[in-house]
């Protein structure tokens, strides 16, 4: 009696030592593993900031608020409901009660490596708090990205504004060659179940140091095909399939086929061709759903040493927006002095060809200034 006594005291774990144990120490590596994911995550700043989008290729995951390493420097990366760039995370609303403003471009305009309210976007913000800005642009978009991007924002998530304002950059042409074969397509409808356990697998993938290690010997930092093709700065597909030799041949002509023949003919006239395009395309999406299109052009440190100052990025915007009576603003001239190249280390980020603080600042003083904000 007192042996029978004794085994219904004891608890299902008691009853179950080797279970007990095994679940115990598959608790305590998981813990461990988050913990080591989480270390690793903020030393390294690897955490994912974008997401696939199956109609305009990758956006900014919305509603984050993490610190970022961009270079030498860390700062802070906070995106609102929309998934575009701001000061914090918040929720916007698809119409505004005041006149709205979207820039779109790519790493540029997006103000990578600095915090929303240093970029010029968030410059213009806070100078002009009568109207909305807001900034949809993302590292690595180009014409076809601002095309798709815009038509979606407009036709499936109903959001409305008033001007667009497109920010061109030199990359964009050689990215319109990494896209071509991109083809869009709207999302699947996904029950609240199937994406319920889709985000909760993301979460483990994404917090796990185990299968961060084991993305990353696939060959990327992302958990799939999809995310992988996400990532900013890679292309969609092989270098060698858009006649770039290696990734750092595709790195190296970049920004050069502006004043390379060798290189424009290579590759720049094609791809010249196809963002004139696809700008063509926003051009008439503008035009049908009763929106302003202004278009921005600037110089990379590239065009600066050159003193590229009518290179062919410039002829070719001023051209378009001449024949389609549209806003063209020229930052060339505001870079580009007398080949004075110190312009360079007081404007762009120390051994990167993006803006620091001060270059966003400075193209904003010249919005500001011309009054192309009303």
Request: glycine content about 6%; overall charge positive.
């Amino acid at each position: 009696m007192n042996e029978v006594t004794n085994k219904k005291k004891k608890n299902i774990f008691e009853r179950n030592p080797k279970i007990t144990i095994t679940f115990l120490l598959l608790f305590v590596f998981v813990i461990l593993d988050c913990i080591i994911a989480q270390l690793v995550s903020k030393k390294e700043s690897k955490k994912h900031y974008s997401n696939f989008h199956s109609y305009y290729h990758h956006a900014l995951k919305p509603n984050l608020d993490i610190k970022y390493t961009w270079g030498k420097g860390e700062y802070k990366l906070s995106t609102n409901s929309l998934g575009f760039k701001d000061s914090v995370s918040l929720a916007i609303d698809k119409r505004s009660s005041k006149k709205r403003f979207l820039f779109i471009g790519d790493s540029f305009t997006e103000g990578i490596g600095i915090d929303f309210g240093k970029t010029f976007v968030g410059i213009l913000k806070s100078h002009y708090p009568e109207f909305d800005i807001q900034n949809a642009g993302v590292r690595s978009y180009s014409p076809k990205l601002y095309y798709l991007k815009t038509r979606y924002l407009i036709e499936e998530e109903h959001i409305w504004f008033d001007e667009l304002v497109v920010f061109i950059d030199i990359s964009d042409i050689q990215d319109e060659l990494v896209y071509e074969n991109f083809i869009p397509h709207k999302p699947e409808m996904k029950s609240f179940f199937t994406t319920l356990a889709e985000n909760i697998l993301t979460f483990i993938k994404e917090n796990s140091f185990i299968l961060s290690i084991s993305t990353k010997k696939n060959g990327g930092n992302s958990t799939n095909q999809d995310n992988k093709r996400a990532v900013p700065g890679r292309p969609y597909t092989e270098p060698a399939a858009n006649g770039f030799s290696s990734d750092k041949d595709y790195q190296r002509e970049r920004p050069r086929w502006t004043f390379d023949d060798e290189i424009y003919r290579k590759w720049g006239k094609r791809g010249i061709g196809l963002a004139i395009r696809n700008m063509q395309k926003l051009y008439d999406l503008c035009t049908r759903n009763g929106i302003k299109l202004t278009i921005a052009v600037y110089p990379w440190p590239d065009q600066i040493r050159q003193n590229d100052l009518e290179c062919k990025e410039v002829i070719i915007w001023k051209d378009f927006a001449q024949l389609h009576q549209i806003r063209f603003i020229d930052f060339f001239p505001d870079f580009i002095t007398a080949q004075d190249t110190s312009v360079i280390k007081k404007y762009f980020i120390e051994g990167d060809v993006h803006w620091n603080e001060q270059g966003h600042k400075k193209i904003a003083d010249k919005i500001i200034l011309e009054n192309y904000i009303q």
